[in-house]
Structures are given as structure tokens and as C-alpha cells.
């Protein structure tokens, strides 16, 4: 009886079903090469029931997710302990505001015919073994449909096997599944040997680096994006989640993170090549560092800019903190360039940086004018397409306000205590 059970149970609930597994290869990985030993390793595995099909996709970040996309993977060992920790987290994101359209797998649900067999129901019928054997058969053939052994028809003097079609997917509802006849010689109801109902099924069943996986998803409507996510990350954080589950955040928020990172060593990769070009041409350390004093004075301009301008530091104010690097840089070393010179030909430091300020007031305003007045349409957003560049534009016109004119003032202060510092220590020494 355990045998006829676990084999009737494995074919219950038939119908036409399909399972997908998405890997994802390495950057230099050569795709179709992979897909066509893929194909090979699984010829063979699906059959006689079903076969698998491997196909390719490049992937893009463009194709299937928007840049506001909330996605967050509930994963664990066992549905039983992801499914209430999705429940409770799907209800309290609900909650937020700048959240719509959210779905989660769990919540996806399609009534589905199920079709259980009553152990206590066939051991009442006292069946031999023989008739045991043979009902488990049958049942087989009902559900899945199969080609009957030992059954062959001669057509034309060739001999074929007989294959019967599972008839469970064509069942219409239960009531139809219970009268449903099964047994030879003696003939039973379906009901008399099964337990039959309609059943809510989860149309997903995910799994992440083999263990079992719900996503729940979402669009971000908020125009802070950052915040939202922040929001989420606290309704995460604060949960009590169970042994062996685990919350992770995708979609925008983990683009962004991935993004930021990269930015961020591209800044800081952008000063230490700008220093070493100034330490290399100067043939000087101290002259190079006063002039990185201009990159926090355009610092401040910039994120007063975000904050006049009502936006949130993106990719597109990251960009801008880049380009500033370059432009605000620019101006520290025209000024700092002709005091060198000046004191070369036996000005004082303080005579080289009157003189060096009036000569290069001009080209520095005219520089940073231009550049501001140039970047002016996109932060007020004229024109279709400019939302993200408007966060580039006011980062721009801001560090370049706000370094102009405090580079004219504090460049020179700092100079002027630099050469005092090492007249002092040459005197001393």
C-alpha cells in the first residue's frame, strides 16, 4: 500500500507544467558555447514525460527593469518559512507611500484541481496485491497518460505500441473528477480511493542558489528614490526573521548601490590621477595639495544646489561631482601657475598673489560663466528627457559658484600661510 501510495501521489494533480532556471554567465563567458554544452548534459534527463529547451538572452539592465523597480527575495529552505515572513512584509510595504503596484509571488494564486489518494479508502476495499498493482497502473494512465505494456496494434503489418493520453487536465471540476470510473474488472469512482478539491496553488515556485525564493515587487512612484528605499530598508531591519531566512533588496535600490560604489572610486581615482599630473609638472607636493582645497569649496556649492533645487544625490549629481573635479581644478591651477611665476622673477608671495589675482580674475569668471550659464537649461528642465540631467546641471553650477568665488579668496590665504610656514622652518633651520 506505501508503494501504490507514493506512486499515485506523484502523478496527482496532472496537467501541463513547466519549470524555468535562469543562469546567468560570467562577463566573458562565451554563450553559445555554454548553451550548446547545456544542451548536451540535459538530453535525455526530461524523457519519455517531457523534454527541456535551453535558450539565450543578453541581458540588459533596460529590458526588464524600470530604474524606480522595487524588488526585495524572501529566501530560505522551505516554503513554510518564507511564506509568513513574505505575508508580513508584503502587508507592511503596503503601507508606505511612494509604493504602487506591488505584487508577490505568494499572493498570485490560480485554483487547480487536487487529487489525493485516501490511504484509508483503498486499505477498506481489501484489495490483493495483484488488483493493487493493477490499480496503480490504471491510475498512472489516468493522470499521465503513458503506453500500456505488453499492447501492441498491427497496422499495415507494422506493430506500434498503444499509448493512452492522461485525461486529469481535461477534468472540468470536481464533480467530474470524483465520478470519474477507474478499476478492472471492478470498477470504482475516483472518490471512493482519493480525496478530490479545488485548491488555491501559487503560480511561482522561485529558487536562488538552490534555496527556495518569493519575490515581491514593486514600482517606485516617489521621486526620492533614495528615501523610499531607506524606508524599506528600516521595515526590513526591524523584522524578526525566522532561522535560515534571509531578505534581500534587488532592482533599483541594489543598482544604485552598485552604482554609487563605482562613481565613487571613479572620484576618488579622478583626484589621485589629477594630483599626480600636478605633482609631476609642478615638480612640487605643497602646491598641488592647496589646489585640492578648491574640491571641497566646490563641495559645498554643490550639494546647497541639491538642496535650493529640491533633488536627491542620483547618478546623474554623482557624474556632476565628477566632472567638477576636472573644471574646478582648472582654475586653482591658472591662479597658483602665474603666482609660481611671478615669484620666479622676484615678486614676494604677497605681491605674486595681488598680481596673480587681478591677471586671472577675469579668464576664471569668464570660465565658470560660461559653464554655468551653458548648464542653466538643463537644471530648469527645458525640453523632454532633462529630469535626470537637471541633478548634473545644479551640481555643476552650484560647485562652480561656490569654487569661483571662494577660490579666489581662500586659494590665496592658504598659499600665503603655506610660504610663511616654510620661510619660519628654513629661518629655524
Known amino acids: 500500500s506505501s508503494s501504490l501510495y507514493g506512486a499515485m501521489s506523484a502523478v496527482s494533480g496532472g496537467g501541463d507544467n513547466t519549470a524555468t532556471i535562469t543562469i546567468y554567465l560570467k562577463p566573458d563567458a562565451d554563450m553559445d558555447k555554454e548553451a550548446e554544452a547545456l544542451s548536451i548534459a540535459c538530453e535525455g534527463l526530461a524523457a519519455p514525460l517531457g523534454n527541456i529547451v535551453v535558450s539565450t538572452s543578453e541581458h540588459s539592465s533596460q529590458s526588464g527593469m524600470s530604474f524606480s523597480d522595487l524588488e526585495i527575495s524572501v529566501q530560505g529552505e522551505n516554503q513554510q518559512a518564507i511564506a ?90 470536481v464533480e467530474q473528477a470524483k465520478e470519474l470510473r477507474i478499476g478492472y474488472p471492478q470498477s470504482l469512482a475516483l472518490a471512493d480511493i482519493a480525496n478530490v478539491e479545488l485548491l488555491q496553488r501559487q503560480t511561482h515556485i522561485s529558487r536562488t ?17 533614495g528615501s523610499v528605499n531607506m524606508e524599506v530598508r528600516k521595515k526590513i531591519d526591524a523584522m524578526q526573521l525566522p532561522p535560515g531566512v534571509e531578505v534581500k533588496i534587488s532592482g533599483v535600490a541594489e543598482m544604485m548601490g552598485e552604482t554609487f560604489s563605482r562613481m565613487g572610486l571613479a572620484i576618488i581615482a579622478a583626484i589621485i590621477i589629477s594630483l599626480l599630473i600636478l605633482v609631476v609638472t609642478m615638480r612640487s607636493i605643497l602646491n598641488p595639495l592647496i589646489i585640492l582645497v578648491s574640491l571641497p569649496l566646490a563641495t ?78 538643463l537644471a530648469v528642465g527645458w525640453g523632454e528627457g532633462t529630469l535626470l540631467a537637471a541633478e548634473l546641471a545644479v551640481v555643476v553650477i552650484g560647485g562652480l559658484f561656490s569654487s569661483t568665488l571662494l577660490t579666489l579668496l581662500v586659494i590665496p590665504v592658504i598659499y600665503s600661510l603655506v610660504d610663511g610656514f616654510r620661510h619660519r622652518k628654513a629661518k629655524n633651520a
Open 300 to 377: 559645498i556649492g554643490a550639494m546647497l544646489g541639491l538642496l535650493i533645487g529640491g533633488h536627491t544625490m542620483g547618478v546623474s549629481a554623482m557624474m556632476g561631482m565628477l566632472m567638477l573635479v576636472g573644471i574646478v581644478l582648472t582654475n586653482a591651477i591658472v591662479l597658483i601657475a602665474l603666482v609660481e611665476q611671478l615669484r620666479k622673477s622676484g615678486m614676494s608671495a604677497r605681491d605674486a598673489l595681488i598680481e596673480g589675482g587681478n591677471t586671472r580674475l577675469r579668464p576664471i569668471l569668464m570660465t565658470a560663466l560660461t559653464t554655468i550659464f551653458a548648464m542653466v537649461p
Open 209 to 225: 542558489d538552490l534555496n527556495l525564493a518569493a519575490t515581491i515587487r514593486g514600482a517606485i512612484t516617489a521621486s526620492d528614490v
Open 84 to 173: 509568513p515572513v513574505t505575508l508580513q512584509l508584503y502587508e507592511e510595504l503596503g503601507e508606505l507611500e511612494g509604493i504602487s503596484n506591488l505584487e508577490s509571488e505568494l499572493t498570485m494564486v490560480v485554483p487547480k484541481l487536487n487529487i489525493e489518494i485516501d490511504m484509508a479508502k483503498v486499505s477498506a476495499l481489501g484489495l490483493t496485491p495483484e488488483q493493487l498493482k493493477q490499480l496503480q497502473q490504471e491510475f498512472y494512465l489516468l493522470m499521465q497518460g503513458s503506453t500500456l505494456p505488453g499492447k501492441t496494434a498491427n497496422i499495415n503489418g507494422e506493430s506500434y505500441g498503444v499509448f493512452v493520453k492522461g485525461v486529469a487536465s481535461g477534468l472540468s471540476g
